[in-house]
Structures are given as C-alpha cells and as structure tokens.
T-cell receptor
Framework: KNEVEQSPQNLTAQEGEFITINCSYSVGISALHWLQQHPGGGIVSLFMLSSGKKKHGRLIATINIQEKHSSLHITASHPRDSAVYICAVRILAGSQGNLIFGKGTKLSVKP | EPEVTQTPSHQVTQMGQEVILRCVPISNHLYFYWYRQILGQKVEFLVSFYNNEISEKSEIFDDQFSVERPDGSNFTLKIRSTKLEDSAMYFC????????????????FGQGTRLTVV
C-alpha cells in the first residue's frame, strides 16, 4: 500500500507556466516535506509544513490537514526548475522522525 | 551555509565485499538518518540514530547493515557483504532536535553516495 501518493507522475510545462504538484497521504502526520531531487541525485529540502502555507521565492506549499492533502506550486516556471519533486511525511505515532516518501513527480520545463 | 557531506560520491564494489559509506552531518545536529533509493524507485528509510544508538530501523536494515558514529563527527553506514540488490543511492540526513511531534525540525540531506555492486 502507498501511504503517500503524488500526482502527476510526470509533468512537462512551458517556461513561464504555473505548475501544481499534488500529494495525498493516508496516515496521521506530524509534518510534511517537499523535497527536490536534482538530475544528479542530490536531495534538497524545499519546505517542511505542519499547517497552512509557506512561500519561498517562486515556490508555494500548502497543506490541508483535514483533507490529508498538500500542493506544491511553482510560479513563472523556468527550465532550471526541472527536477523530481518528492513529497515525504513524518507519521504522527511511533517513529523517531523517519520519513515516508512518495514516488516523486518528474517535472520538465521547456524553454 | 551548513551542509551534510557524504563521501564517496560514487563507489563500485564487488559482490561480497564490505563497504563503508561516510557522512558528516551538520555540527549541531543530534538526529541522523540513512535512506536509500534504488534506481527508478522511491526513497526508503533505513535507520535513524540518536544518542549513539539506533533509535529505529526498517525491515531493509538487516544484519548486513550497521551504523556508527566513531569520532563524534562522522556517521557511517557499513554493509558487510554486499549483494547486487544493494546497488542504490544512499542518502544521509541530519536534523537538530526532536522534542515532541509538535516541534519538528527540518532534515537536511547529503548529496548521496551512488553504490554500484558488480
């Protein structure tokens, strides 16, 4: 069973487009992370959310705890945004902070 | 900006050999993690480490795996006798503290070590 589901799996956009990537989860969580994985494999943490909304530059992340859903938005997308975006959750009970990952959304932004 | 450093970036080893993957977490962080990502698959949790002992491990983390923090700065993952299916990208992560589930802090990831078992 997949506790974290992301959609879409693949996304191709034209430069300048507004992009939305969705994440749904089926477990109680204490926090949700959005991560960016570069083509070389390295992972960078973009956001950590437990409620509401966060903004950093052209990136916006929102979470709805009741609906168990989060979205990552990219405004004015650029080819350098091309990467795999991963949603990961920290479950509420038991774990000492390890994350459960989604399969990722591969974003390709064309010039 | 502080960062988690992993070495080597790529390691090729023969099946049955022992490998040690090294990580230098951010200096004031207290929680350390290893994750792995098999090519084309999602990232999976292996083990978490706090106060010089394993705090949690997954089913993947069997007797072939071990972790230690030998000198207070490095955090290592050892695979005793590598198998072909151990080929993956291994990520180290660290975070500052963990008081309660209501007070999470962000985890910082290293760039990963690509392990290829031949």
């Amino acid at each position: 069973k997949n506790e974290v589901e992301q959609s879409p799996q693949n996304l191709t956009a034209q430069e300048g487009e507004f992009i939305t990537i969705n994440c749904s989860y089926s477990v109680g969580i204490s926090a949700l992370h959005w991560l960016q994985q570069h083509p070389g494999g390295g992972i960078v943490s973009l956001f950590m959310l437990s409620s509401g909304k966060k903004k950093h530059g052209r990136l916006i992340a929102t979470i709805n705890i009741q609906e168990k859903h989060s979205s990552l938005h990219i405004t004015a997308s650029h080819p350098r945004d091309s990467a795999v975006y991963i949603c990961a959750v920290r479950i509420l009970a038991g774990s000492q902070g390890n994350l459960i990952f989604g399969k990722g959304t591969k974003l390709s932004v064309k010039p | 900006e502080p960062e988690v450093t992993q070495t080597p970036s790529h390691q090729v080893t023969q099946m049955g050999q022992e490998v040690i993957l090294r990580c230098v977490p951010i200096s004031n962080h207290l929680y350390f993690y290893w994750y792995r990502q098999i090519l084309g698959q999602k990232v999976e949790f292996l083990v978490s480490f706090y106060n010089n002992e394993i705090s949690e491990k997954s089913e993947i983390f069997d007797d072939q795996f071990s972790v230690e923090r030998p000198d207070g700065s490095n955090f290592t993952l050892k695979i005793r006798s590598t198998k072909l299916e151990d080929s993956a990208m291994y990520f180290c992560a660290s975070k500052m503290y963990f008081l309660t589930s209501a007070m999470n802090t962000e985890a910082f990831f290293g760039q990963g070590t690509r392990l290829t078992v031949v």
